[in-house]
């Protein structure tokens, strides 16, 4: 706040979510306390509820039916997000940070939810050069 630093504050749901009840009151309740807690913080501008969520689907489940079933509850759970940022703080932006496969996120609507996607892009960062990142936003570009 002291040096009008920009804020994306965000609870920790990263990879992938559980489809179990008690997963989803524990993302309300850290969302609510998160609000609750740094409301009063100018510099936080969005809240954040998901981080690269469709990323660790794939790679972490082997069952197709447990595939299927957190593909389709991602956003369900996304939507009840961001409703309740909008309920609690309806005059900052909620956000998601997506992985780089546009389409994947674009398939399961999680690109309409949040006022705000942020797509992290790593070229250079883990392998290659930053070449990636241009072939990235053309991508992106090419969609639109």
């Known amino acids: 706040d002291k040096y009008g630093i920009i804020v994306w504050k965000e609870i920790p749901i990263v990879d992938l979510i559980d489809t179990t009840k008690a997963f989803e009151q524990n993302a309300i309740n ?28 794939d790679r972490y489940l082997t069952d197709p039916l447990l595939k299927k079933a957190c593909f389709e ?3 369900v759970l996304a939507k009840k997000l961001h409703t309740i940022c909008k309920q609690m703080d309806p005059d900052r ?15 399961w609507g999680m690109h309409t939810i949040t006022d705000v996607i942020g797509y992290n892009c790593y070229p250079g960062w883990y392998g290659g050069n930053t070449s990636g990142f241009t072939k990235m936003v053309e991508k992106f570009h090419a969609l639109r």
């Open 93 to 107: 932006l909620t956000t998601i940070a997506h992985h780089g496969d546009i389409e994947l996120y674009e398939k």
């Open 73 to 75: 509850k991602t956003p």
């Open 30 to 57: 850290q969302l609510q306390e998160m609000i609750a807690q740094y409301s009063n913080h100018s510099s936080i501008v969005m809240w954040g509820f998901m981080n690269e969520i469709l990323l660790g689907i």
